[in-house]
């Protein structure tokens, strides 16, 4: 959607806590035989509205995954969150993936699949409703979870963007 409120994040000044979403064994058939290698999609985010993901691919598992937090580091965003939970409902899509991600009240925790809810837990959301409705491939999960979340704007961001009061937004 709008590009402008991606805010991109440096990950030299943070804590980052990574989580390996998915693993996959990939075969190459050769002359000589098959020849195996891995890739690795990683979540890395601070659990308080900075997250980011990345693909490591590797002839080792342990190679693979510190690509993809490298990686993952190099595409960090800023997610909002209003009292643990996201500011509204937004729908996210990346390919075949699709998903929903709605608000919801406290103690309510995080009612989300593997691969969204890795991000999702990454980001420091602790109570939200989140349904994947397409593609469960979880590379095209996690971009457009990562889609959804980028996508929403909280209510001082919409006061500041149409340049009026914050109980305008609000009251009308």
Do not use: C, W
């Amino acid at each position: 959607m709008a590009l402008s409120n991606i805010k991109r994040v440096k990950s030299s000044e943070i804590e980052l806590k990574d989580r390996l979403v998915s693993i996959q064994r990939v075969a190459k058939v050769t002359k000589g035989g098959r020849t195996f290698s891995f890739s690795a999609i990683v979540v890395v985010g601070d659990e308080n509205g900075i997250v980011g993901y990345g693909l490591g691919k590797a002839k080792e598992v342990t190679e693979a995954i510190t690509k993809g937090i490298d990686d993952a580091k190099k595409n960090l965003v800023k997610v909002p969150i209003i009292k643990g939970t996201v500011p509204h409902e937004q729908y996210g899509k990346f390919s075949g993936g699709r998903v929903l991600i709605k608000p919801a009240v406290d103690g309510t925790g995080v009612l989300a699949g593997g691969a969204m809810r890795a991000v999702l837990e990454s980001a420091g959301i602790k109570d939200v409703l989140a349904k994947s409705l397409g593609s469960s491939n979880p590379h095209n999960v996690v971009k457009a979870t990562v889609d959804a979340l980028t996508s929403m704007r909280d209510a001082y961001t919409v006061a500041q963007h149409r340049g009026v009061d914050l109980n305008k937004v609000f009251n009308g």
